[in-house]
């Protein structure tokens, strides 16, 4: 019986081409971000299945990859319970690795610290464009800063990072979960109802103001609270300039808003604003949600108009290191859409700019040995001079050899023949 040649379902082979944008593109990440200060660390692929499996990771937490124990450890037969039989599982994101790696050596390192990570995470999810069930994740995160210089650091080092890549005239949105729960509140709706509101608040590019009004009369919540509640995005329509928000929810919310959360927004938005390197526009959303249930403060999203979704996003999350260490940890971190923007860069026929001219030598085959040394030494000399060079025996069919390499970028070709 034949082998399977195909890659797993929702994972994929990555071609040259490809291969050679991604490189492209993990260098100006790697060298934005660290020119902002921001040091490389690595995890591991698996995590104990407990710390993925805390509550903390929202749906994703459904979409683990888990792994079975091992060895004498494993009892099939006697298992009546998933915990006799799992122990690990493929992380699927970057962030809870990064909380228990801070935990662990909270004391080797610098405070605040701030973590580049960039790697490989699993998902059980439904593939689909731009969405696999192995993909690459790209997150900076600081820890241990209380402020809100983090995330003025974080949007500025991100929005950077784009805008050398080539992205222009993208979004970021911005919004506050403190904000979200002071809507909620004015509105009269119970605090233990509030993550069941804001799952349908999140529909509302999707469904609209009445979608959500009639989903959420549907749950069974009084239809003051919800005119209420519809009423403050109504007010807050076409509104992006994050400090006209701030004045029209701090009018409308009173004392359910605190002023310090408002200026927080404010300081955020002016500086960087007035510092920001990349085309883009700072955009408050009072219908950010962000799915994970660790985030405690700011949240953010990347809106790419030629990829019409997010292509990356992140917040605060000052409570997660403490379910490590007992003690609470100011942390907040931005997460770059790796695939998403992969995919845009491809579909664009994107071409790595100042890469080295790709030359192939084609040589024929019975080529004396001789002459062959002098090839070797001409190729030497080129690479020497910054070319990229490929020494590869002559086809049969050199005009199908000559258009495949034509697509790996190779733009001029040497033969050499046995005369």
Same mark, same amino acid.
């Given at each position: ?14 071609? &040259? @081409? ?21 040091? &490389? ?14 509550? %903390? ?24 319970? $998933? ?50 069930? %192995?993909?690459? %994740? ?32 993208? $979004? ?21 109802? @509030? ?5 349908? =608040? ?14 959420? =009369? ?10 209420? @509640? ?18 029209? =929810? ?6 359910? =808003? ?27 959303? &009072? ?51 790796? $695939? ?27 080529? &004396? ?34 258009? %495949? ?15």
């Amino acid at each position: 019986m034949a082998l399977n040649k195909k890659p797993v379902n929702g994972m994929k082979d990555i071609l &040259p @081409y490809e291969m050679e944008v991604r490189d492209y593109v993990t260098s100006i990440i790697k060298d934005t971000y660290r020119s902002f200060g921001f040091t &490389p660390i690595e995890t591991p692929a698996m995590e104990s299945i407990g710390n993925l499996s805390n509550k %903390q990771g929202g749906e994703n937490e459904k979409l683990i990859f888990k792994v079975m124990k091992r060895g004498e450890k494993l009892n099939i037969a006697e298992a009546t319970t $998933e915990e006799q039989v799992v122990d690990f599982g493929m992380r699927y994101d970057l962030t809870v690795p990064l909380c228990r790696f801070y935990s662990n050596h909270a004391n080797e390192l610098t405070s605040p610290f701030k973590a580049l990570q960039i790697g490989s995470v699993w998902r059980a999810d439904r593939p689909q464009r731009g969405r696999y069930r %192995q993909f690459t %994740q790209c997150d900076i995160d600081i820890l241990g800063e209380p402020s809100n210089l983090a995330e003025i650091e974080l949007i500025l080092a991100t929005t950077t990072t784009l805008g050398r890549i080539g992205f222009k005239n993208f $979004e970021i949105r911005i919004n506050e979960r403190r904000i979200l729960k002071a809507m909620a509140a004015y509105a009269g709706f119970s605090e233990e109802d @509030y993550d069941s509101i804001f799952i349908t =608040l999140d529909k509302m590019d999707k469904i609209g103001l009445d979608g959500v009004s009639a989903e959420l =009369l549907e749950a069974g919540y009084s239809k003051e609270s919800i005119d209420k @509640y519809v009423g403050l995005f109504a007010a807050l329509e076409g509104v992006k300039d994050v400090a006209t928000g701030m004045e029209v =929810l701090l009018d409308k919310l009173g004392e359910f =808003l605190d002023t310090e959360v408002a200026d927080w927004m404010r300081e955020i938005a002016t500086a960087v604003n007035a510092t920001k390197e990349a085309q883009f526009e700072l955009v408050f959303d &009072p219908t950010l949600v962000r799915g994970m249930s660790y985030y405690t403060g700011t949240i953010f999203e990347i809106a790419i108009p030629e990829f019409g979704g997010s292509c990356g996003g992140g917040g605060r999350y000052d409570k997660m290191i403490g379910n490590f260490t007992g003690q609470n940890t100011p942390a907040c971190g931005f997460s770059i859409g790796f $695939e998403r923007i992969i995919l845009l860069l491809m579909e664009q026929g994107f071409k790595v700019p100042g890469a080295n001219k790709k030359v192939a030598y084609l040589v024929e085959k019975g080529y &004396p040995a001789e002459k062959l040394a002098e090839v070797m030494a001409q190729a030497k000399a080129a690479r020497e001079q910054g070319q990229t060079v490929l020494v590869v025996r002559m086809n049969k069919n050199k005009k199908f050899q000559k258009e %495949q390499l034509t697509n790996e970028g190779y733009e001029e070709f040497v033969e050499f023949f046995n005369r």
